[in-house]
C-alpha cells in the first residue's frame, strides 16, 4: 500500500512559476512510476506528466517545455514543476502511482494507476 499526498498548489499570476510536491509513504518508492493528473472544473482528469522507476519521462504534447517532472527516491517524492502558467492551467493536480512495470507512455492512462492522492488545487489568474 501506498499513501500519496500532494502539496504546493496555490494562486498564481500568469507567467509565474510553481512546484508541486507528491509525497508517498507506507512503500519503498524507487520501483513506483508516478503520474501527474490535472482535472478543471466540468472537465474530464487529463493526463499532464509521468515518470517511471528508472527515471524515464512522458509528457502530454501541450505542456512540454513548460513542465518538468522529476523525482527524489530518497526523499519519497515526486515533484512537477510548472512555468510560465497559464490560465488554462488552472486545475486540481493529481499524483498517482503504479508498482505495475510497463513503459512509460503506458502511464498515460489514469487505468494504469493504483495509488491516488487527494489533489492539491492550482490557480492561474490572468
Known amino acids: 500500500q501506498v499513501q500519496l499526498v500532494e502539496s504546493g498548489g496555490g494562486l498564481v499570476q500568469a507567467g509565474g512559476s510553481l512546484r508541486v510536491s507528491c509525497v508517498a509513504s507506507?512503500?519503498?518508492?524507487?520501483?513506483?512510476?508516478v503520474g501527474w493528473f490535472r482535472q478543471a472544473p466540468g472537465k474530464e482528469r487529463e493526463f499532464v506528466a509521468a515518470?517511471?522507476?528508472?527515471?524515464?519521462?512522458y509528457y502530454m504534447d501541450s505542456v512540454k517545455g513548460r513542465f518538468t517532472i522529476s523525482r527524489d527516491n530518497a526523499k519519497n517524492s515526486v515533484y512537477l514543476q510548472i512555468d510560465s502558467l497559464k490560465p488554462e492551467d488552472t486545475a486540481v493536480y493529481y499524483c498517482?502511482?503504479?508498482?505495475?512495470?510497463?513503459?512509460?507512455?503506458?502511464?498515460?492512462?489514469?487505468?494504469?494507476?493504483?495509488?491516488w492522492g487527494q489533489g492539491t488545487q492550482v490557480t492561474v489568474s490572468s
Open positions: 507506507g512503500s519503498p518508492f524507487s520501483r513506483y512510476a
Open positions: 498517482a502511482a503504479t508498482s505495475r512495470p510497463g513503459a512509460v507512455i503506458a502511464y498515460r492512462t489514469p487505468g494504469a494507476y493504483d495509488y
Open positions: 515518470i517511471s522507476w528508472s527515471g524515464t519521462t
